[in-house]
């Protein structure tokens, strides 16, 4: 992707070698400015981005407070901010996303341009989302993106404990002790980061930066790995950082702002979704809105009694008390384990409806089974007292002579315990 321009460079001393880079990648115009000058550039010029040139703590911190603040209240897309770093300095910004200082530019200029494809998305969604014809325009949720961030860390090493401890500190966490277990993670769940930790062999590394380099979906992740990675998977992965161990807070420290700008980038693709369907699609789960599922199942009802059609309904719940993030982490999961010929929505309560059309009770049994299996074994569950989780699933087929009422009664009453 070509840069496209005003970008902003921020250093004290000429950053020649950056700013030839950043050209070559065709940022056209780059202003250069000290820190001092830097909040004024930024109203002035409105750049599409800005590159912080010189690690470590700024020489300014008011104008560094003020850009930071600038930066996070831009009115429009957001705009990417790289900072080199290196060692134990942190970037200049908490907003900020690091880029090692020892590394060539290039590296710098992957990083940004990365960054610059979720400026566009941004774009778009806002452009969208102005042109949205329906009354209730999804929104955008307006807290913190980390909020709705999961990291995989794959390790089985002397460092694994620290670092699953220091990052499920900071956001949801799953842990993977083999690379095989990793890869079916990654593509069970939305990952917006990825920790390859100490105790694999090279090879074992070689062969997960290879799988993440050559699927277009896991290209832009945050990877940081613990010891050494090949250089030619390094040029290939934007968002990877090679690091020796040491403190795991430091590592996680470095990781969290790659991956909040990776889980925004979800929040966008699913709210562009959303809009691409007229709102039916809800921006937060990825499922059908509850009045989409009720418009698309009396349909369904109607379809399927005139045409003498299998159809049938399954309540999916979990035993306990289920933290609201457990709950949105089982949505969306289900959103990849319902068939196309399927729909689903999530109740106000937490329990999720699915409606199998064309399929009979002895089939939706099979189904609901997997599903809920899938469910228990994949969902993050949040520690609060109970070690395991039960999806409780109710099945109800579609009779003569039912109605929506008559049916969803039925799927209201009896239960049955599927995967326990």
Known sequence: MSLQGPLIVVAEHPARELAQALGAAGAFPIVEVKWADAPTAFVSVKPAGVVIADPGPPPSESAARMLCLQIA???????????????????????????????????????????????????TVLRRLELFKGKDAPALPRSDALDDATVLIAGRGPLYPALTVAMGERVKMVGALSVENAARHLNA??????VVGDGFSPRMVEAFLTMLAENTQFRELPVIVIGEAPADLIEALPNIDVVDGGDAARVVARMLPMVRLHAFAQRLKRLLKSLETDGMIDAETGLLTREAFWRDLERTIADAGDRSQPLSIGRFSFDGHVDPREGLDAARLLTRLVRSIDFATRETDGALLIAFTQTDLREAHVVARRIAGTLKSAMIIVQHGQDNVTANVTLATLKAGDTLDSLMLRVAGSRMVAAE
């Open 189 to 194: 769940r939305d990952i917006d980061g990825v």
């Open 73 to 123: 209240t831009v009115d429009g897309p957001l705009v990417p901010t790289i900072a080199l770093s290196g060692g134990d300095l942190d970037a200049a910004i908490p907003v900020a996303l690091p880029a090692d200082v020892m590394l060539p530019p290039q590296r710098l200029v992957a990083r940004l341009q990365s960054a610059m494809r979720v400026r566009a998305l941004h774009a």
